[in-house]
């Protein structure tokens, strides 16, 4: 056998092996595993290409970031468009809009029977919470659920329990968000009761609730009293 027999088949074996090994080296880092690689500790449910070349939302449970791979930076902060809209925002909303429509709403706070349903988490102690309440008693084509979220006002935990203790609990919750107090002949809150109250806290933080009032109507999140949004969305 000639040594060209030999030689040739190997050396054209090489230079496969080196192409391929090339090829593989030279392969670009998806962008998932680049995060990976730079925040391993940090978890991942989504990632997806933004309007911006190169710059990818990532989703990490109720937040939303975002992450630049070709130097390895994570941005934090809202993307808002020309229409001075937050696309970041509208992403958040979205999401926490598919987790509402999980929550255990027989463990809500039920008013009224109309057809359109609307989901608030809200605070006795809040004056925007009372004008969100106020906006409601002169609609009777809505159905509320509420929770009760006293973020800013821990000491409403008391009127909370008044209120889910109360026989008629929709008169109590009318009363409360009035600014009245809780009537002296008014029975502590069983063990039961108090467990609920937090139940309804942690379901807020588990939505990704921040603020109160917070509303979802029709998919669409509101936070604060923005009674004309609501008005938009209740058409």
Request: net charge neutral; aromatic share 10%; with cysteine.
């Amino acid at each position: 056998m000639s040594f060209r027999r030999i030689f040739t088949p190997l050396f054209t074996a090489c230079v496969l092996f080196a192409l391929a090994a090339t090829s593989f080296a030279a392969a670009p880092v998806k962008p998932e595993e680049s995060f990976r690689n730079a925040f391993p500790t940090v978890p991942v449910d989504s990632m997806t290409p933004t309007e911006i070349p190169g710059l990818y939302e990532v989703i990490s449970g109720q937040r939303i970031f975002y992450y630049y791979p070709d130097k390895e930076l994570v941005l934090t902060g809202e993307i808002v468009g020309k229409d001075l809209k937050s696309r970041t925002a509208e992403r958040k909303g979205a999401i926490m809009a598919k987790v509402v429509k999980d929550l255990p709403l027989d463990k809500a706070l039920k008013i009224g029977d109309g057809k359109k349903i609307v989901v608030e988490f809200t605070d006795p102690d809040c004056p925007f919470c009372r004008r969100g309440a106020e906006y409601f008693t002169k609609r009777t084509d809505v159905t509320q659920y509420i929770f009760f979220a006293p973020l800013a006002h821990p000491g409403a935990i008391t009127k909370i329990e008044y209120i889910l203790s109360a026989e008629n609990k929709v008169q109590a919750y009318d009363a409360m968000m009035l600014g009245q107090d809780i009537p002296a002949n008014a029975k502590p809150a069983s063990p039961e009761i108090k467990r609920l109250a937090q139940e309804h806290m942690e379901l807020a933080r588990k939505s990704g609730v921040t603020g109160t009032p917070t509303f979802f109507v029709n998919g669409q999140m509101v936070v604060g009293a923005d009674l004309a949004r609501l008005d938009e969305l209740l058409k």
